[in-house]
C-alpha cells in the first residue's frame, strides 16, 4: 500500500461524490486534516471544485468514525474484537449458511462510492468462488436504467461520449438532470460553452431547478413522460429529412419498427405537447433545435433512470440520436450523468447482479470464459438479485447472510421501513463501514467491520466520461480501519480460497482487473484497458488520469467510441428499440392527490455522513423540506416556513413548507438526505414504492402518489449542543453541524421540562441555568461545563434565526465570563452584527444577508457580487441564487 507522504506535500486524489470525478490536492496538515484545492492538471475539472469538493478537509474527523471491529455479544451490546477474531466469525458464519442453505443465500450489498478494487474483489469472490451472483449495488438505485438502455440498443454498456463533446456541441440537452447542483462542474463546462460558442442550453425537467432557471429554453414537462417528448423527436427528424439514412442503412436495425411506435405514440404535434403537458410552440421550438443542431449533446440522469419505464426513456434519447447519425464524433451524443465517483467502475468490475466481469453477461461462453481466467472453482452460472429484489428476498427470509459495504440501505431504498424490517431477519448482517452509526447499523448488525474512509483509501475510480483516476491516501488508515478489499481477501482465504486472493495491495487486483478485460476479447468487448494489464507498482502509483478503451499495444486511449459505426451486438449493428408507451407506476387517487418527486440538493451528499460534517454545507438549506406550488398550499391550507405531514401508502415524513413556483400544481419534491441519524421522520425512502422498471430493476422514485397536510406542535425553537443527540419521538426535528457541536431545529408537542431532564441526562456534571414563562410559552435553558456552554435549549421563539444569533457569540467562547453568562438566556443578540442568516455560497461562506447588502449597497450583476464578496467566483454553483436575490431587488425596486 502507498505510504503516506511525511513531507506533508499535496496528494493527487480524486473528489469522492459525484461523477464529474474531479482531480483534488490534499494537503495533510499533519493533525489528522488537509488542505483541499483542486487539481489543476485533471481533464474532469482543471483545477476546480464545487461547493461539496472545497468543503472535503471539514469532513476529516475522527468524532463518527468506525475505529475497530466489532461483533454483537450474547446481550445483545456490540463489543470490541480483535480483526482475526471478527473475519474467523464472518467466514465461519458464511461457510456455515453457504453449507446449510446454499450459495444463494448470501449476498453483497455494495455502493458506487468503492474503489474499483474493492469492487473486483468482492464481484470476484461472490460469482467466482461462492456460486452466487448476489452482488449488487447502491448504484442500481442510480444509473441501472442507463446501463439496460445502453445494453439494448449498443450492445454493451458504453457511455459513448467523452466532457470535451460538451465543449465542442452547439446545443446541449440536459433531461431530468438538475447538473447546476447536482454535477456541478460539468454545469459550469456547459455554461462555459454557451459563452464560449453560443451553444444553446436547454432543460427538460417536471420541475424549476436552477438548471432550467438558467437555460436557453426550459421545458416543464408532466411526469413519465420523456418517452413521449423524445418519440415526437423521432417523428420530427424523420418528417423533416433529417434522419441519417445512410447511417441508419449501414449501421443500425430496427428504425421502422421504432419509428412506427414513436408515431403512434405521438402522432402529432398537438397530441404530443398534451401528453407532455407542453405548450405546442415551446415543444416545437425545442424540435425544431434539436433537428436543425447536428453537434448535440443529450445528457440525462436520475429523472430519466429512477422510473418504473426509466430504460425505455433512456433507449427513446439513443433511438433519436441513431437515427440522426448524431453520435461517435466531436459535439454530439447521448450522454449518461453517473451520480456516483465510481458507479462506472463498478460496472466495469460487474457490481451488479446481471452482469458478470469486464462488461460480460451470463452466456455460457461469458460465464467459461470468465471461469477460466479466474480459475474459479464455483462459477456464478445466471445472474443474482437485484438490490430491491434482494431487499425481498432478505424480507423472505431467502437471503440469510448479507455483508453491506459503504452504503445505508435503510434510508435509501424505497420501502425503507420494510427494509428494516428484512433486515432483522438475517442470520448474519456484517456490516463494512467508516462511520460508528447510521440508520441501517442501527437495525443490528452483527459484525461491523472499520473501513477505509476517503483520505486513507488506495486504488481507483472511473468518472462519467470513462476516465479513470487514482484515488491517493494522504492519511494513514484510522486506528484499525482497513481496506475493504482486505477484508474481503482475508474472509476468501478463511473459506479456502486463498489463492486467487493473494494480492499485496490494490496495484496487482487493477492489473488483473485490467488483464481480465483484455482476455479472449479482440476488440470484441467494448470495455477493454489491457495496456495497463503489465503497469508495475510504481506506474500504478503514479497513473494519470486516463480515459478507456485502451486496449494492449494501443498508445492512447479513444476518446470516443462507435466513431467507425461499430457497436458490440451480435450484428454489429446498433438496434434502435421501440419503446413501450408511456404511463405512470401508480396515479394520483382522491386519498393520495399528488405526485411526490424526490432528489438532491446542492450541498448534501446521499445520507449526509461525510457532507453533514461540515457546517458551511449544512447552513444552505439546514433543515428537511417539502416544495410546494402556492395554489396547492392555499389548497391544502399550509403555510409557507411551516411544518406539513406527507402520507404515501407506505410511510409519512414530517417536512417544512417551502412554497415555490417551481412546482408545478400537484406535484411535491422533497430531498433524500435525511435519516433518522440527523432528523426525525424525514427519511424519503419510506414514502417510496419498491415497483421498479423491468429490463434495469431501478427503482420508480420521481412519481409517487402521496397527500399533504398542515401539522403543527406545540412548542418549535432550537437545540444546541457539543455532541449529536439523538432524535427521538417527535422530539427532535434536523441537525446539523455548526462551529463546535450541533444544532436542531426543535417542533415537539414533548413538554419542555421534559426535554430540559433529557438535556440534565445528557450533560450529568453541567452547571445547569434556566428560565420558563409558562404565560408565554417561553423556555430557555443552558448548560456549562469547564466555563464553556455545552448545550442550550430555546423553546417558544418565533424567529430561530435570532435565537441562534443570541448565543452564537457565547457558544464559540471557550470561557464565558459574567457578562456573557447573564447574556446566554436573554435570548436577543448583543450585536446586530452577527449574522446566522443561510449561507448562500459554501465555497466563500457567503450569507443571504451578506448578499443583500452588497445588492443594496449598488451591487447589480453577478460579477459585481462577485467582486464584492467572492460569492459565484469559484464553483458557480450558486449563481443561479445570485440572480434570484437580483431579480426580487429588482421587483422590489419596479
Ligand atoms: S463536481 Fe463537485 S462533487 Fe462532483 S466531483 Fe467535482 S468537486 Fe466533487
Not at 218 to 232: E, K, N, R, W, Y
Request: net charge neutral.
Amino acid at each position: 500500500m502507498t505510504a503516506v507522504d511525511s513531507a506533508l506535500r499535496a496528494t493527487r486524489t480524486t473528489c469522492p461524490y459525484c461523477g464529474v470525478g474531479c482531480g483534488v490536492l490534499a494537503t495533510p496538515d499533519d493533525r489528522g486534516g488537509a488542505a483541499i484545492s483542486g487539481d489543476p492538471e485533471h481533464p474532469a475539472n482543471f483545477g476546480r471544485l464545487c461547493s461539496k469538493g472545497s468543503a472535503l478537509g471539514e469532513t476529516l474527523g475522527l468524532e463518527d468514525r468506525l475505529l475497530y471491529p466489532m461483533i454483537r455479544c450474547s446481550k445483545g451490546t456490540m463489543e470490541r474484537v480483535a480483526w482475526s477474531d471478527a473475519l474467523d466469525h464472518v467466514a465461519h458464519r458464511f461457510a456455515h449458511i453457504i453449507k446449510r442453505d446454499g450459495p444463494g443465500a448470501v449476498a453483497f450489498y455494495l455502493s458506487g462510492q468503492l474503489l474499483t478494487e474493492d469492487y473486483y474483489v468482492a464481484n470476484k469472490l461472490m460469482k467466482g468462488f461462492i456460486g452466487s451472483a448476489n452482488v449488487d449495488t447502491n448504484s442500481r438505485l442510480c444509473m441501472a436504467s442507463s446501463v439496460a438502455g445502453h445494453r439494448r440498443v449498443f450492445g454493451s454498456d458504453t457511455v459513448p461520449g467523452c466532457y470535451e463533446d460538451i465543449d465542442e456541441a452547439d446545443l446541449i440537452v440536459l433531461v431530468g438532470s438538475n447538473a447546476a447542483w447536482c454535477h456541478p462542474l460539468l454545469y459550469q463546462r456547459m455554461i462555459l460553452a454557451r459563452e464560449r460558442r453560443g451553444a444553446r442550453l436547454v432543460a427538460i425537467d417536471v420541475r424549476g431547478t436552477a438548471t432550467t432557471e438558467t437555460a436557453d429554453l426550459a421545458l416543464t414537462i408532466q411526469p413519465g413522460m420523456d418517452g413521449v417528448l423524445f418519440s415526437a423527436l423521432l417523428v420530427r427528424l424523420a418528417e423533416t429529412g433529417q434522419i441519417n439514412q445512410s447511417f441508419v442503412e449501414n449501421h443500425t436495425e430496427g428504425y421502422d419498427e421504432t419509428l412506427a411506435r414513436a408515431r403512434a405514440i405521438a402522432p402529432d404535434l398537438a397530441v404530443a405537447a398534451r401528453k407532455c403537458g407542453l405548450e405546442e410552440q415551446v415543444l416545437s421550438e425545442f424540435l425544431d433545435l434539436w433537428c436543425a443542431t447536428e453537434r448535440v449533446v443529450t445528457l440525462y440522469s436520475q429523472g430519466v433512470n429512477q422510473s418504473w419505464q426509466g430504460t425505455d426513456k433512456v433507449t427513446a434519447i439513443l433511438n433519436c440520436h441513431l437515427a440522426a447519425g448524431r453520435i461517435g464524433r466531436p459535439g454530439m451524443g447521448p450522454f449518461s450523468l453517473t451520480g456516483q465517483p465510481n458507479a462506472m467502475g463498478g460496472r466495469e468490475v460487474g457490481g451488479l447482479a446481471n452482469q458478470l466481469a469486464a462488461h460480460m453477461g451470463f452466456s455460457p461462453a461469458e460465464v467459461d470464459r470468465v471461469g477460466r481466467f479466474w480459475r474459479a472453482s464455483r462459477m456464478a452460472t445466471r445472474e443474482g438479485l437485484k438490490a430491491v429484489d434482494l431487499f425481498e428476498a432478505v424480507g423472505r427470509s431467502e437471503v440469510k447472510a448479507l455483508w453491506i459495504m459503504g452504503t445505508n440501505p435503510a434510508v435509501s431504498l424505497p420501502q425503507a421501513d420494510d427494509v428494516r424490517t428484512a433486515l432483522r431477519n438475517l442470520d448474519l448482517l456484517v456490516i463494512s463501514d467508516n462511520v460508528r452509526s447510521n440508520d441501517t447499523i442501527a437495525v443490528g448488525a452483527h459484525v461491523l467491520l472499520p473501513a477505509t474512509a476517503w483520505g486513507e483509501k488506495d486504488g481507483t475510480v472511473t468518472n462519467s466520461e470513462r476516465c479513470i483516476s487514482r484515488q491517493r491516501p494522504f492519511l494513514a488508515p484510522a486506528a484499525e480501519a482497513r481496506p475493504d478489499w482486505w477484508a474481503m481477501a482475508q474472509v476468501a482465504r478463511r473459506l479456502g480460497f486463498g489463492e486467487a486472493f493473494a494480492h499485496d495491495g490494490p496495484a496487482a487486483i487493477f492489473r488483473e482487473h485490467a488483464a481480465l478485460s483484455a482476455f479472449e476479447n479482440d476488440g470484441s468487448r467494448d470495455f477493454d484497458i489491457g495496456a495497463l494489464a503489465q503497469l508495475s507498482d510504481a506506474g500504478y502509483e503514479a497513473l494519470a488520469p486516463v480515459q478507456w478503451p485502451l486496449a494492449s499495444g494501443a498508445n492512447e486511449a479513444s476518446a470516443r467510441l462507435f466513431a467507425d459505426g461499430r457497436f458490440f451486438t451480435a450484428s454489429g449493428r446498433a438496434r434502435l428499440t421501440a419503446i413501450t408507451p408511456p404511463s405512470l407506476a401508480r396515479t394520483p387517487s382522491a386519498e393520495s392527490p399528488l405526485l411526490l418527486n424526490t432528489g438532491r440538493i446542492r450541498d448534501q451528499w446521499h445520507t449526509m455522513t461525510r457532507t453533514g460534517l461540515s457546517p458551511r454545507l449544512g447552513s444552505h438549506l439546514p433543515e428537511p423540506f417539502v416544495e410546494v406550488n402556492p395554489q396547492d398550499a392555499k389548497t391544502y391550507g399550509l403555510v409557507h416556513g411551516e411544518l406539513a405531514e406527507i402520507r404515501t401508502a407506505h410511510g409519512r415524513a414530517i417536512l417544512r413548507v417551502k412554497a415555490t413556483t417551481a412546482q408545478e400544481p400537484g406535484r411535491l419534491f422533497a430531498p433524500i438526505h435525511w435519516s433518522d441519524e440527523t432528523a426525525a421522520g424525514a427519511r424519503i425512502g419510506a414514502l417510496i414504492h419498491a415497483i421498479t422498471d423491468p429490463a434495469s430493476g431501478q427503482p420508480d422514485a420521481k412519481s409517487m402518489p402521496a397527500s399533504i397536510a398542515a401539522t403543527s406542535f406545540a412548542r418549535q425553537g432550537l437545540i444546541l449542543s457539543r455532541t449529536r443527540l439523538r432524535p427521538a419521538g417527535d422530539g427532535i426535528y434536523a441537525w446539523r453541524a455548526i462551529e463546535g457541536g450541533y444544532v436542531a431545529g426543535v417542533a415537539t408537542n414533548v413538554p419542555a421540562e421534559k426535554l430540559f431532564a433529557g438535556l440534565c441526562a445528557a450533560c450529568p456534571d453541567a452547571e445547569r441555568m434556566h428560565y420558563h414563562d409558562p404565560a408565554r410559552g417561553t423556555f430557555r435553558a443552558a448548560f456549562i461545563a469547564e466555563h464553556r456552554l455545552v448545550a442550550v435549549i430555546f423553546l417558544g421563539l418565533d424567529d430561530r434565526e435570532t435565537a441562534y444569533a443570541s448565543v452564537a457569540e457565547m457558544w464559540k467562547a471557550n470561557q464565558l465570563d459574567e457578562p456573557m453568562r447573564r447574556r446566554v438566556l436573554a435570548g436577543k443578540s448583543a450585536s446586530s452584527d452577527v449574522d446566522m442568516s443561510p449561507t448562500v455560497c459554501a465555497c466563500f461562506g457567503v450569507t443571504s444577508r451578506a448578499i443583500e447588502s452588497a445588492i443594496g449597497d449598488g451591487a447589480s450583476s453577478t460579477l459585481e457580487i462577485g467582486a464584492r464578496l467572492k460569492a459565484g467566483t469559484n464553483c458557480g454553483s450558486c449563481l443561479p441564487e445570485l440572480r434570484k436575490f437580483l431579480a426580487s431587488r429588482n421587483d422590489v425596486a419596479a
